[in-house]
Structure formats: C-alpha cells, structure tokens
C-alpha cells in the first residue's frame, strides 16, 4: 500500500498485492509476470505511464455485483488469491486496514467518498499470469 511512487512502479514485480493511492511514475508494471496491482487513476493518465507490454488494464466496478458477504461469481473473470471475493471488497478492505494503521488522511477521504473513487481505480493484471489462474480454475473444475 503506497499513497503515490515514482518511476518503475511494480516493475519485474512476480507475485502479491499492490495497492497505489496516488500517482505513479513512467514505466509502471514492466516486467510484471504476475500478482495485482490496483492503482487510482484520478485523471484518466495511468494507462500512459503504464508499460503496457505484459499486462491488461481493466476496471474495479465490473465486479461489484457481489453477494453481500463479497463473495461473486466469476462469469469468466480472473480472481487474484481473494477467496472468490470481488476486487472491491478487496480493495477497500485493504484500505480500511491502511486507515486503520497509518491514519491515513488520503485513504480516509477515498472511503468517505467510495461511491466517485472506485470507478478510478484500474486494475493491472498481467497477461500471462491471467492465464495460468484461468488454466487452473478449469483443471480444478475438471477435477469436482
């Protein structure tokens, strides 16, 4: 969880969860082969920063149809390690714990204000990564 970083951003990044509150540098997620990061996008300008090489940009909201334990089902989507939890209720779940931790004046004005902030989180999602979990969700279907 960071409020904002510069240059080379999650780059060569392999695995985990990043969560940027802020504004990035040039070159975020090169060389990213895996793991997630949502990064909020105030301006609409992340996707020119980004190293669009190896990874996909997708939005948080298309998931928020969940039921109200958080749990949704995929309808094809990729879930990062979140027990089948949507990205939103991930995501503010992990900015409510920043808040709780840090005091975070920045994290305490995007939950105040959820409803304009979470359609400018994107999500970014390495291409390869994506299909390796999606090969897996469909062994382990195979295999129920």
Not at 61 to 69: D, N
Not at 109 to 130: C, G, H, Q, S
């Amino acid at each position: 969880m960071v409020e904002g970083l510069g240059d080379h951003g999650c780059e060569y990044m392999t695995g985990g969860l990043v969560v940027v509150l802020g504004q990035t540098g040039r070159n975020f997620a090169a060389g990213m082969s895996g793991g997630v990061a949502y990064v909020l996008d105030e301006d609409g300008t992340f996707p020119q920063r980004c190293n669009m090489s190896m990874v996909q940009l997708e939005g948080v909201p298309e998931e928020a149809s969940a039921s109200e334990t958080g749990e949704v089902d995929s309808k094809g989507r990729v879930h990062f390690n979140h027990l089948n939890k949507a990205d939103e209720v991930v995501l503010r779940g992990k900015i409510e714990k920043h808040l709780r931790y840090t005091g975070s004046a920045r994290a305490k004005k995007i939950l105040d204000n959820w409803a304009n902030y979470l359609p400018k989180f994107v999500k970014v999602m390495p291409t390869e990564y994506r299909r390796a979990l999606l090969e897996i969700a469909a062994q382990q279907k195979e295999a129920a």
